[in-house]
């Protein structure tokens, strides 16, 4: 409370002095676009080189859009769109683009949960029947408890049944709580025990679940008696400023603002197989390796395959689908702008916090940090994973579903994070960007976030550089937006103020 009582009367005495001498004491400085700073970086890869790969994986992978963001430091340090929103009528992908995360929103759906532990309203070893509604019983092992820590960590004995997770056009019409109910228990309509169980004891076995997630975002409701989504906006997205991130599609005011999901449908390729030209990537027939003169060489049916051009430009071999979204909505269905998730990843790179607003604390993110059960899975934590990629040991999740591609994961050791979501299935080209992200980053002396004046301290004199802007309606410049909102306000001096008292 006594920082922001400083904070603001810091702020009334700073704004008072430059108001009355508004014309006498204006301060002349030039502010430039962070994309166009000279900073210092290793000659493997420059920012002009690094975009010009990402620009050849997108134009041979045949992937529609892509946005990535990148965090340094706990700062969001450097953000690129490349491509098409909507193929058709030519949105292009933009800051704001909305791209559904798939399954990297159950990092989402676990942050809600555990903000529910630290009030002491659980304990991750209790007994999940008795915070629902009906009970869940696990067909052969009817004695065995299903516990928060199990549905965590992917091992409480829930499987997906994939003949009843139905695609909609949208939002699903039915609700949570009556989905899982008619899943789970015996009485109900998707209920199959030899389909929506596994054949072993909670506890004893790894088997990533949807479901098991979904059920998660059902705890969170009744334990916090809101509905999730709800639960979700006010302690998490409203608080991190994550302005475009919904759960629902009807929750979003302009459609076109979301990404349109692709999904490749070409031919097999399979005489790819036989030429030996470079590497041939079976999930996407169009890639043709850099080593290969011409396409022809990648495959004798590469124009049959991939359009006259060599690029897949054949409209039959891209399809476009209806933005959709299923039952267990907890699980996958969460849509968001890089921007918006780079703020989210951000607090788990630095202690539950971003910009000086918490959302949980730092044991409870070591928790999550935690393997819980080594000897079933050595790699999984509460939701969140680790994956070792390119020498780098990474935190984080992936998502991938009809028309998605999507990474969020931290480099702990480099202090890094890095952010792409794209509107079709592409794996191994996103990987590939992936390394090319976090070697950028790490070779990369990026501005810090508040520094106004690139004097590499955060002071009084960039609050003057801010106010400054706003008094004399200067043009718009992203470093004096520090909440990302697309406006330069008093927001944005309070948060830069409370930068300097943390």
């Given amino acids: 409370m006594n920082k922001y009582l400083i904070a603001f009367l810091f702020f009334n005495c700073l704004w008072s002095q430059l108001h009355e001498n508004k014309i006498q004491n ?10 166009n700073l ?9 920012e002009e080189d690094l975009i010009q790969f990402i620009e050849s994986i997108v134009h041979t992978r045949q992937i529609p859009g892509l946005s990535i963001s990148i965090v340094k430091n706990e700062n969001i340090v450097w953000e690129k769109q490349f491509g098409f929103a909507n193929i058709n009528d030519e949105i292009e992908v933009n800051e704001n683009t909305m791209f559904i995360l798939s399954s990297i929103s159950k990092t989402i759906t676990v942050t809600a949960l555990m903000q529910l532990y630290e009030q002491n309203l659980f304990e991750l070893d209790d007994d999940i029947n008795n915070y629902l509604p009906f009970d869940i019983i696990h067909p052969i092992y009817p004695n065995t408890p299903i516990t928060f820590k199990m549905l965590l960590s992917h091992t409480s004995g829930i499987k997906d049944n994939w003949n009843v997770m139905t695609y909609y056009n949208g939002d699903s019409p039915l609700s949570l709580n009556y989905y899982l109910e008619q899943y789970l228990t015996p009485e109900g309509i998707f209920f199959n025990s030899n389909l929506n169980f596994t054949d072993s004891y909670p506890g004893s076995n790894f088997l990533y679940t949807n479901n098991g997630v979904a059920l998660i975002g059902l705890l969170v409701e009744k334990i916090s008696d809101q509905a999730f989504n709800n639960y979700c906006i006010e302690n998490i997205f409203e608080p991190l400023s994550m302005n475009n991130t919904f759960w629902y599609l009807s929750e979003i005011n302009n459609l076109n603002q979301v990404a349109l999901p ?3 449908t070409g031919g097999n390729g399979d005489s790819c197989f036989d030429i030996g030209c470079g590497i041939y990537d079976q999930s996407n027939p169009c890639f043709c390796d850099s080593e290969c003169i011409y396409y022809d060489d990648c495959c004798s049916d590469y124009n049959e395959i991939c359009g ?8 039959e071999n891209l399809n476009e689908y209806e933005n959709y979204g299923y039952s267990d909505y907890p699980s996958g269905q969460l849509r968001a702008s890089s921007n918006n998730l780079a703020k989210f990843m951000s607090t788990y790179m630095n202690g539950g916090s971003y910009n000086g607003i918490s959302i949980l604390n730092s044991q409870t993110i070591e928790l999550i940090k935690t393997i819980h059960y080594p000897t079933i899975n050595s790699t999984q934590g509460l939701i969140w994973y680790y994956k070792n990629q390119n020498e780098r040991s990474l935190f984080g999740h992936n998502g991938g579903d009809l028309g998605s591609s999507t990474e969020m994961f931290i480099s702990f050791s480099d202090n890094i994070g890095v952010v792409l979501l794209s509107n079709s299935n592409n794996y191994n080209a996103m990987i590939q960007i992936e390394n090319a992200l976090i070697d950028f980053a790490e070779e990369t002396n990026f501005i810090i976030t508040g520094d106004i004046n690139l004097d590499t301290n955060i002071n009084i004199l960039d609050v003057i550089l801010i106010v400054n802007i706003i008094i004399n309606s200067q043009t718009y ?3 004096a937006d520090l909440n990302h909102d697309g406006l330069i306000n008093i927001v944005d001096i309070l948060q830069l103020i409370n930068l300097i008292l943390i």
């Fill in 262 to 264: 692709y999904q490749y």
């Fill in 26 to 35: 204006r301060i002349i400085n030039r502010i430039e676009d962070r994309q």
């Fill in 477 to 479: 410049n992203n470093l």
């Fill in 308 to 315: 006259e051009d060599g690029i897949g430009s054949n409209p």
């Fill in 38 to 46: 000279n900073v210092i970086r290793n000659n493997y890869r420059n």
